[in-house]
């Protein structure tokens, strides 16, 4: 038996063999991996986090079935004291064996502390009938991670005791499911050119489907060992394409709010960012046309600051300092793109300045008030979306260019609402979204590295016209994250995304498989 005792309560509501349901509160203390295997650690975590890598935070849940499913209260990412993880908690499953032994399965994410990072794992406890004590075990098994890749087990030891809960509900997802391989049978399309998209490694791959009209097909999502039961529900980082749903959105919904808020200076929102972004907009920061830069390569900035203060700082003051002095003034802002996350930190800091003075007396928040509550809670969205990253102090400032959680079908059900609020504008700012996601053959934005590639209001678009065979430029609206992770939205029927974690950024064979069969231009 492990020396780190695992403390599982579990209450169940009917005692006894007939017991239809269970419901109660877990409490769980792991110890360390047994043993834990690197297969990539980029960043030398191992060597800099030596026990904290293979050790974990405590869990405690309340836990309720529905039927064969199993429901934590909490699935946001658990507030936890440990130097490096946190858990999210899923929709699992629960059963009885023969001998009347309860069996749980509960998929247990780790995200990383101040970060993006999941490593995917399950949980499944044994519970003889009638017994004190059980055992556990718990084995991560995969990841959208790039720079640490890791399998471990935890095992434990288990008791409990009997109490009822309050009923919980499962989510249900907007979109109805099917394999990516009915897509041949439904509509022709080779889901092999989908999942992954030529020049992704499947090794590396987590996730990839599409929406085609109301339906969602969606690709396996195996570990090292065996399938994991969850695809619907996987928790996936967003990494930059918060910069798109959280930076760009936000800046859509303030200028739709109150007209003339993209283009309010940066300096007079937040004084501390000195007299250097005076004249830089919050349009021009969330485009990263700031004038700011070190290195006029498009990208050399941000590779050179992976480890900066904005990545690492804890808090508010620290990070905002970092991004408002890092790269001088260079030349007037709203001319030249130049890649920085910063930027983004910088233009949602000002618009949370902003919302605070258009509500002075609600406490308002960007993130969960503004975009959240305001926007997103009518769609059939998970519990993950009301998690951002934010810093760890009083300011509570969220991130902005990195830090949600979502499942695939939110990813789907935001780029649906998306394209919907480009045809009928309601919530966002008609000027700002509908050259974004609706280009209709105009060159949209700001060149963006490479020809056929273009940047405007934090979202990406690719001129696929001569690689579908169009008459004409056909602008695709995506989104893009660190590792390798797309939404693009092909058309108003069709869109397409993968999650993968090796800085593979190639689609375009996703998008002609679907072109091939249901055109997207003529």
């Given at each position: 038996m492990n020396r780190y005792?695992?403390?599982?309560?579990?209450?169940?509501?009917?005692?006894?063999?007939?017991?239809?349901s269970i419901s109660g509160h877990i409490a769980v203390q792991f110890g360390a991996a047994e043993p834990l295997q690197l297969a990539?650690?980029?960043?030398?975590?191992?060597?800099?986090?030596?026990?904290?890598?293979?050790?974990?935070?405590?869990?405690?849940?309340?836990?309720?079935?529905?039927?064969?499913?199993?429901?934590p209260d909490n699935r946001l990412p658990l507030a936890s004291g440990h130097p490096l993880w946190q858990f999210i908690a899923g929709e699992g499953d629960w059963s009885r064996s023969d001998d009347n032994t309860l069996e749980l399965r509960l998929p247990l994410t780790l995200i990383e502390r101040d970060a993006n990072c999941l490593h995917y794992g399950i949980l499944r406890v044994s519970l003889p009938a009638r017994a004190s004590?059980?055992?556990?075990?718990?084995?991560?098994?995969?990841?959208?991670?790039?720079?640490?890749?890791?399998?471990?087990?935890?095992?434990?030891?288990?008791?409990?005791?009997?109490?009822?809960?309050?009923?919980?509900?499962?989510?249900?997802?907007?979109?109805?499911?099917?394999?990516?391989?009915?897509?041949?049978?439904?509509h022709g399309i080779d889901a092999t050119a989908l999942a992954p998209p030529q020049g992704v490694s499947t090794e590396h791959l987590t996730l990839a489907g599409l929406l085609l009209g109301d339906r969602h097909y969606q690709s396996a999502c195996g570990t090292v060992h065996e399938p994991y039961p969850w695809c619907e529900r996987?928790?996936?980082?967003?990494?930059?394409?918060?910069?798109?749903?959280?930076a760009g959105v936000?800046?859509?919904?303030?200028?739709q709010l109150a007209p003339g808020s993209a283009d309010r200076s940066i300096g007079e929102l937040l004084p501390d960012c000195g007299d250097s972004w005076k004249d830089v907009s919050i349009r021009q920061a969330v485009n990263m046309q700031t004038g700011h830069y070190a290195d006029p390569g498009y990208f050399n900035d941000e590779d050179s600051a992976i480890e900066s203060p904005l990545f690492l700082a804890p808090g508010h003051v620290e990070k905002l300092a970092y991004a408002c002095s890092a790269y001088p003034p260079q030349e007037p802002a709203g001319g030249r793109w130049v890649y920085h996350t910063s930027d983004t930190y910088i233009?949602?800091?000002?618009?949370?300045?902003?919302?605070?003075?258009?509500?002075?007396?609600?406490?308002?928040?960007?993130?969960?008030?503004?975009?959240?509550?305001?926007?997103?809670?009518?769609?059939?969205?998970?519990?993950?979306?009301?998690?951002?990253?934010?810093?760890?102090?009083?300011w509570a400032?969220?991130?902005?260019?990195?830090?949600?959680?979502?499942?695939?079908?939110?990813?789907?059900?935001?780029?649906?609402?998306?394209?919907?609020?480009?045809?009928?504008?309601?919530?966002?700012?008609?000027?700002?979204?509908?050259?974004?996601?609706?280009?209709?053959?105009?060159?949209?934005?700001v060149n963006a590295g490479t020809s056929g590639l273009r940047y405007l209001n934090g979202f990406w678009l690719l001129d696929a016209g001569s690689a579908l065979g169009?008459?004409?430029?056909?602008?695709?609206?995506?989104?893009?994250?660190?590792?390798?992770?797309?939404?693009?939205?092909?058309?108003?029927?069709?869109?397409y995304y993968y999650v993968s974690d090796n800085n593979e950024y190639k689609w375009l064979s996703a998008v002609i498989a679907v072109h091939q069969q249901t055109p997207l231009c003529s």
């Open positions: 005792p695992v403390i599982l309560l579990l209450w169940f509501c009917c005692a006894g063999a007939a017991a239809s990539v650690d980029r960043l030398s975590m191992a060597q800099n986090y030596p026990r904290a890598l293979t050790t974990l935070p405590d869990l405690q849940l309340e836990l309720r079935s529905a039927g064969p499913v199993l429901i004590s059980g055992v556990a075990e718990f084995d991560i098994t995969s990841q959208t991670c790039e720079y640490l890749k890791f399998t471990a087990r935890y095992r434990g030891t288990v008791a409990w005791q009997p109490s009822a809960r309050p009923r919980l509900e499962a989510h249900q997802a907007a979109f109805p499911v099917s394999g990516l391989e009915q897509l041949r049978q439904d996987l928790p996936l980082p967003t990494f930059s394409l918060s910069k798109s749903l959280f936000a800046m859509m919904r303030l200028e233009a949602v800091s000002a618009m949370s300045a902003l919302l605070r003075e258009l509500r002075p007396t609600a406490n308002a928040d960007i993130y969960r008030d503004l975009l959240y509550h305001e926007l997103w809670t009518d769609l059939k969205v998970s519990p993950l979306l009301a998690f951002t990253r934010r810093t760890d102090d009083i400032q969220p991130y902005g260019g990195w830090g949600q959680v979502v499942t695939a079908d939110d990813l789907l059900q935001l780029a649906r609402w998306l394209q919907r609020e480009a045809r009928a504008p309601h919530s966002l700012a008609p000027s700002l979204l509908q050259p974004t996601i609706s280009p209709a053959g105009r060159r949209p934005g169009c008459r004409a430029p056909y602008w695709i609206p995506f989104l893009s994250g660190h590792g390798g992770i797309t939404l693009a939205l092909l058309s108003d029927q069709a869109i």
